[in-house]
């Protein structure tokens, strides 16, 4: 079973940044594609990005594309994303997810984390 943790969220003012973690724990770590989303109450959650085995291979929605930037640690085990230039809109609890596809639905994501808060302040 592979368990993931979410952390660094929190309340910042619009065009300030952020650097939220996933740490994987479990049976492995590196073993996945891994994803970033999105949720606020009411909508669907929202892909924003995904990254490959390596590292070396990146995908963004183009509404982030930018301003955001994932990265992982296999060494550590641990999956990143950086926000800058953060607008209020960003606000939402952010999930990492993983995935054996190359895949920007959610369905096709098979663990994911409890999430982190952002709230962006304008």
């Known amino acids: 079973q592979v368990h993931l943790v979410e952390s660094g969220g929190g309340l910042v003012q619009a065009g300030g940044s952020l650097r939220l973690s996933c740490v994987v724990s479990g049976r492995t770590g590196s073993e996945y594609n891994m994803g970033w989303f999105r949720q606020t109450p009411g909508k669907e959650r929202e892909f924003l990005a995904i990254i490959n085995l390596s590292g070396g291979n990146t995908y963004y929605t183009r509404s982030v594309k930018g301003r955001f930037t994932i990265s992982r640690n296999n060494a550590k085990k641990t999956l990143y994303l950086q926000i800058d230039s953060l607008k209020p809109e960003d606000t939402a609890v952010y999930y990492c997810?993983?995935?054996?596809?190359?895949?920007?639905?959610?369905?096709?994501?098979?663990?994911w984390g409890q999430g982190t808060q952002v709230t962006v302040s304008s």
């Open positions: 997810a993983t995935s054996y596809r190359w895949s920007d639905d959610p369905e096709n994501y098979d663990n």
